[in-house]
């Protein structure tokens, strides 16, 4: 009897897990092995100017250390055997190596305001609307273009003799595995990647006098790219398992993992920190209606997944975080929910995309601002802010759905809410609400589930991401919500669309 035991590890930005993933007669299973939680730390420091700075990091030790410890319980709870192991992660950020391997710096985590402006200092080395017909990807402070022209403008010696650059996902297979290869998926998000061509444009690098030699190769997901170290094998007790490139940017992974029927037909929403809104299509649509939208195209597993980047729960997250360090205890989700749920509807609304909510120092005081800017009554109590942010959400995921639909030419008429926020019963019921038609939510660890599927796939367990879905459907269980007093939420997203368009 064939088994194929699978470690899939996950990072996003505010969390991590480690699972154990088996193949077994046909039949996909698996099971948490290992969580944690992270965030980036920030720092104030001054300047050569003597001005005091802010600075966001990442500990990358201690998400290595997490892998490490990840890979102990799945030797401790589940067996000595792997196959293979593969590794998704936020799709943002990266470290710079010596040619000897030493690190030169913290890593720098995206809401890092080093990163404010630079979106100006890209468009004025290349015209703008040529970046986006070659890459298809929106202006987003983050992206990898900004970075690294950050780091030519202001740290052009950690460039030089050897250096390498390793994407926050590639860093964690070289830990492993000595690999230095990027997979298509996550290069496409860097708005560096010739959408065309899968290859990095030298007409983007040269314009950015970027050093081409410093950039990973580009695989296809489900790639081999190497084998656990000998030596880490050795400390581990597990064999020298097969490092397989997933879609490793785990939006890629998610949206793999939407058990769609129909893909004209179905939006997909990567709900998390981040909340992904899309669907999948054959090419990237660069047209100017497309850009003017600020809609991404970013690569698949044998498509674009044509999207948008809205705040996600990030601003419940923020919320979240104040009050418990203003109480001294954790309330829990189900619980914020359930306080949402309390207050009464369309009260005041945001956009979650509005720049004051990206990185503020306080969340409520921001939400506070911008009601007060447009001319709305500040929540009067913490059910009043939930409320707020979730209704906002849901009618952003609508107007989105809107933009991606005129853009290629298609209709909705499913909803797929996959990842950790497709648990938020409340959530989804104002998604369903808003856009008036049904979600089907689940399943809740999609990135991880769409990662596995791309390791079967470079194994040769299956033959396509087409005979994944068999497999998806019959492991996890899917959550119907019914759109609800659709006049209510027609009748208040005008109010809505006219905060979006200020």
Known sequence: MSVTRMVAVDFGASGGKCFAGTLENGQFSMSEVHRFAHEGVTFFMEDSKGDTVERTYWDDTYLY????????????????????????????????????????????????????????????RMDADRIYELTGIHFLSFNL????????????EVLADGAFFLPISS??????????SVDSTWASITQLMDANTGDWSDEILKALNIPASILPTIVAPGTEIGRLRPQLAEHLGLPQAKMIASASHDTASAFAAAPIANADEALIISS?????????????????????AGISNEGGIGNVRLLKNVMGTWIVQELRRGWT?????????????????????????????????????????????????????????????????????????????????RVSGTKTKAIHVVGGGSQNKLLSQFTANAIGQPVYAGPTEATAVGNFMVQALGLGDIESMDEAQSLIKSAFPIVNYDPMDTDAWNKAYPRFQALCER
């Open 272 to 292: 998390g920190t981040w909340s992904l809104v899309g669907k999948l299509v054959d090419k990237p649509i660069t047209t100017p209606e497309a850009m003017q």
């Open 325 to 405: 360090a203003a109480d001294g205890k954790e309330t829990s989700w189900v619980e914020l929910a359930q306080l949402a749920s309390q207050s009464p509807a369309f009260a005041a609304l945001i956009d979650p995309d509005d720049d004051r909510f990206f990185n503020p120092p306080n969340m409520e005081a921001a939400i506070a601002e911008f009601c007060k800017a447009t001319g709305q009554a500040v929540p009067e109590n913490r059910a009043a802010y939930l409320r707020c942010v979730y209704e906002s959400l849901s009618f952003k995921y609508r107007y989105v759905n809107e933009q991606v639909c």
């Open 171 to 180: 860093l964690f297979y070289y830990y492993l595995s000595g690999a230095r």
């Open 65 to 124: 250390s997490n892998i490490l410890q990840g890979l102990q319980a799945y030797r401790r709870d589940v067996s000595d055997q792997l196959d293979s192991l593969a590794i998704d992660t936020w799709g943002a950020d990266g470290q710079i190596l010596t040619a000897d391997s030493n690190l030169q710096g913290k890593v720098y985590c995206y809401r890092d305001h080093r990163l404010n402006g630079m979106t100006d200092e890209v468009k004025a």
């Open 145 to 156: 273009s900004n970075q690294l022209l950050w780091l030519v403008m202001n740290r052009p």
